[in-house]
């Protein structure tokens, strides 16, 4: 579904992406993991129309990305860092953001799990970090697309909202979406992602399920795998 | 594009720096009015102001809004929406917002005054005029210095100079040569010269129309010499607008290639 084609990108200097291959087929999560600078963001962000590529193709339902916008119409995007426009409300930005989307979208479910009733008249300016990040996943989720791509969704989450974030996850893929994630936090990885691909200086080093990857290194956990895998790469 | 720019013009009227930036201008344009009593002397005392500061405040403004929404730009461009729209919307929105603060602030003690029953009207719509052209025009270079300078104090610092260039060091340049050239016919270096400062360029906007050789300095003279006054004022506003097309184009060139 979608197909990342030999991507490459460098920022000046430093080479973030080398001949990058990624395939999604199938509906589920997958999470691009590594460490920091490893490129995921850099990744999705292609993806996305954000950052251009110095070479290769990604394509979506048979049609490259590149250079067009329209594709975003059945793409959710949440940005790594919350930060909106400080003088309007919580209510208005999703009025805002629903009308820019112009699809059919509820976000009262997600008002409700996260418990942002009160805040809805609130100025963005006014809210803590935690409570931004849960807009944002709002504005992420609100409206009803067949991909939704996650920068660190799990940044300033409090331990009653990662619950809540990972019922939200596991709904949308039973619902037969395709999520493509980042994160660090590998409990969470381990717990919600169906497949996992590890990125490391610019390069796929593995991608398949979690059980594969605990097979291959032999280890218990998800993060004992993954310093594994760091092992076998400096050896 | 029209959403974006909706967005970023309410926003930024709710936000008291608007509010205080329009009440500077509501201030300052009464007690000039009612205390000078004279209109033309007025104007000619806004014009200087204006000159200086309206540029500044909109490189400030500009800059500042851009760095503040550099994230809020990352949402808007998971949104399935142009890239241009996004860049040339907020744009926009910031120079609309600072031309509302100017034109109300300045038209309100204007028509108190009674200033529209006499016949200063073209004048003071000139001022309005060179006005706005300076905010749209400064809120443009200022969001291409932004989009060039992802460490936000370079590209503050940037902008600043640029500004401290335009209004103060240029003229300074321009005199210094003029000067040190004086045996040399400069009309046409001067013209040229004064084409390629939008500050100068609002100036000679507004001595034109008010006809005042006194103040309107070398160039001003070789322009009116050059021009008349009909033509010149006609010159000088289609410069001006090609000094917010030439940005305006490049923000639109260089937002659709930029990496976020």
């Avoid at chain 1, 997600?110 to 944002?136: D, E, I, M, R």
């Avoid at chain 1, 989720?141 to 996850?169: C, R, W, Y």
């Avoid at chain 1, 490391?200 to 991608?207: Q, R, S, V």
């Avoid at chain 2, 009309?187 to 500050?199: D, G, H, R």
Wanted: proline share 3%.
């Amino acid at each position: 579904m979608i197909s990342f084609q030999n991507i490459s990108k460098s920022f000046g200097k430093l080479q973030v992406l080398q001949r990058v291959n990624l395939n999604i087929e199938t509906p589920g999560i997958y999470a691009i993991l590594g460490p920091n600078g490893s490129g995921k963001t850099t990744l999705i962000k292609s993806f996305m129309g954000m950052v251009h590529p110095d070479a290769g193709d990604i394509i979506w339902q048979g049609k490259s990305v590149l250079k067009h916008w329209q594709y975003r119409e059945n793409i959710s995007y949440l940005p790594q860092i919350a930060n909106f426009p400080k003088n309007v409300s919580v209510g208005e930005l999703i009025q805002f953001i629903k009308n820019l989307r112009q699809k059919p979208s509820d976000e009262t479910p997600f008002v409700s799990q996260f418990q942002l009733a009160p805040f809805l008249h609130k100025k963005l300016g006014n809210l803590s970090g935690g409570t931004k990040q849960k807009v944002n996943l709002l504005l992420a989720f609100m409206t009803d697309n067949p991909v939704v791509v996650l920068d660190e969704p799990t940044s300033g989450l409090d331990p009653a909202a990662m619950q809540v974030l990972k019922h939200i996850l596991k709904s949308e893929k039973e619902k037969g979406k395709t999520i493509l994630m980042t994160s660090h936090v590998m409990d969470f990885v381990e717990e919600i992602s169906d497949e996992v691909v590890y990125l490391l200086e610019g390069k796929i080093h593995f991608c398949g399920t979690v059980d594969a990857l605990k097979n291959q290194t032999q280890t218990q956990t998800i993060e004992m795998a993954i310093a594994q895998l760091i092992i076998k790469e400096h050896a | 594009m029209l959403k974006v720019l909706k967005y970023t013009l309410y926003d930024l009227l709710r936000s008291g720096w608007s509010w205080i930036y329009f009440g500077f201008y509501l201030l300052l344009t009464f007690s000039l009015l009612f205390l000078n009593n004279d209109v033309s002397k007025s104007v000619i005392t806004l014009m200087n102001v204006l000159v200086v500061l309206t540029s500044l405040i909109a490189v400030v403004f500009g800059s500042m809004y851009y760095y503040n929404s550099r994230e809020f730009i990352e949402l808007l461009l998971g949104q399935p929406l142009k890239r241009s729209s996004i860049f040339i919307g907020q744009y926009l929105g910031v120079s609309l917002s600072l031309s509302l603060s100017l034109l109300l602030g300045l038209g309100i003690p204007f028509a108190f005054y009674g200033g529209f029953n006499t016949e200063v009207i073209p004048d003071f719509s000139m001022l309005l005029l060179a006005g706005v052209f300076q905010n749209f025009i400064f809120t443009a270079l200022a969001y291409n210095l932004s989009l060039y300078h992802e460490n936000r104090i370079k590209g503050f610092s940037y902008a600043i100079l640029m500004w401290l260039f335009l209004t103060v060091l240029y003229d300074g340049l321009f005199l210094i040569l003029l000067m040190n050239y004086s045996a040399y016919p400069l009309e046409k270096f001067s013209l040229v010269a004064t084409l390629l400062n939008p500050v100068d360029l609002s100036r000679i906007l507004i001595m034109l129309q008010l006809d005042i050789s006194a103040l309107m300095g070398y160039t001003g003279a070789v322009f009116k010499q050059f021009f008349g006054t009909g033509l010149g004022l006609f010159t000088v506003a289609a410069i001006l607008l090609l000094w917010i097309i030439v940005p305006v184009w490049n923000l639109y060139r260089k937002g659709n290639n930029k990496d976020f």
